[in-house]
């Protein structure tokens, strides 16, 4: 799964939306409070401070420990690119929305997290970053869930807002970076969910360190659609999972250019400001490291569960790849054992 990305916008701060929405998305800030200066030490369950809500300029956000230069270049380029996209294409390259097999792998996983919470909880809440247009906000507001949606863009958000308006005052939407949301600690949430988000993030261990501190103590982190790691991935999966990819990014157009971004990032070779290399961050990369998260969350005294299935844009390549047994992206449920 080696996406590409062919919108482009220039990045801007986002602003609340029109009055037309039904979900209100708070300008970012609003909702949470603000905690200039950074989190606290790993899975800390120390007393949340409240206080009046700011927005945060760039250099206290670069404060944030899981907000270094990276990953503001990452969300300015997510936020430029999806506040861009139209819901139709934006479906188009991600399978986990088209593919049945990965829509009810996705589902199951879902429930299997709200409902281990609902045993604790009667309406869990979730706070659920990069939610995007809610693929998986509106299946855990179905579930009884209480959910606070946060995404840098605004389009996403608004989007997000009109396709579960029914569900009234149980969902809140944020425009605003994830990192500054968990570095602030405002609020507890009993799961934080990341849908086919964290490879967005180039500092993604810091990012869930942070979220693991937001949590209540029987809390669950739950991670869906992220790329493994490319150099575990084996000579055939790599090799099937790059001639799956290119039969479906050949039809998308901007071949020339793609090729030549590709040859360029084979030399090892990244451009700071270029939206193609930063938005779909480690999509571009080396994959997101399932091990490291894993042993990650094991050590902040977590049981964690890799789930690791096949996942392409082309429906056929998606069939054959799971009929063959390939895996190249992974989930992770998490569960605090202490
Ligand atoms: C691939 S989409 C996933 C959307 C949805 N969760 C899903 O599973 O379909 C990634 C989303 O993360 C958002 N995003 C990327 N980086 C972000 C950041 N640092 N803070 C908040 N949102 C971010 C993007 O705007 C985009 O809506």
Request: glycine fraction near 8%.
């Amino acid at each position: 799964m080696l996406r590409e990305l062919d919108a482009l916008a220039s990045p801007r701060i986002a602003s609340p939306p029109g009055p037309e929405l039904a979900g209100e998305v708070s300008k970012r800030s609003e909702i949470l409070g603000s905690r200039q200066g950074g989190s606290q030490g790993e899975g800390g369950n120390e007393p949340l401070p409240s206080g009046p809500a700011e927005c945060m300029p760039e250099q206290l956000l670069l404060n944030c420990r899981a907000m270094r230069k990276h990953d503001l270049a990452a969300a300015r380029a997510n936020e430029a690119f999806h506040d861009a996209i139209d819901s139709g294409t934006y479906a188009a390259g991600a399978p986990h929305l088209v593919h049945p097999s990965l829509v009810v792998l996705h589902r199951r996983l879902i429930e299997d997290t709200i409902l281990e919470a609902r045993r604790h909880a009667a309406e869990p809440t979730v706070l659920e970053l990069g939610a995007g247009d809610g693929s998986a906000t509106r299946p855990m507001l179905e579930l009884g869930a209480r959910v606070t949606a946060i995404d840098v863009s605004q389009r996403m958000l608004e989007r997000l807002g009109r396709s579960c308006a029914d569900f009234g005052d149980r969902l809140e939407l944020e425009c605003a970076l994830a990192q500054e949301v968990v570095a602030r600690r405002t609020r507890r949430f009993d799961i934080v969910v990341a849908s086919s988000f964290l490879h967005h993030v180039p500092d993604y261990i810091a990012l869930i360190s942070d979220a693991v501190g937001l949590m209540e103590p029987r809390g669950q982190f739950f991670s869906f659609q992220d790329p493994m790691r490319y150099d575990g991935l084996g000579r055939f999966g790599s090799a099937f999972s790059r001639v799956a990819y290119l039969s479906w990014r050949v039809r998308r157009g901007d071949v020339l250019a793609g090729l030549l971004r590709r040859l360029r990032r084979s030399r090892g070779v990244y451009l700071a400001d270029s939206v193609h290399d930063n938005t779909e961050y480690h999509v571009t990369r080396n994959g997101v490291d399932q091990h490291a998260i894993a042993a990650h969350l094991q050590r902040m005294g977590f049981e964690c569960r890799v789930v690791r299935y096949f996942n392409t844009q082309s429906a056929a390549f998606q069939r054959l790849g799971e009929a063959l047994g390939v895996e190249n992206t992974f989930a992770v449920l998490a569960r605090r054992t202490g």
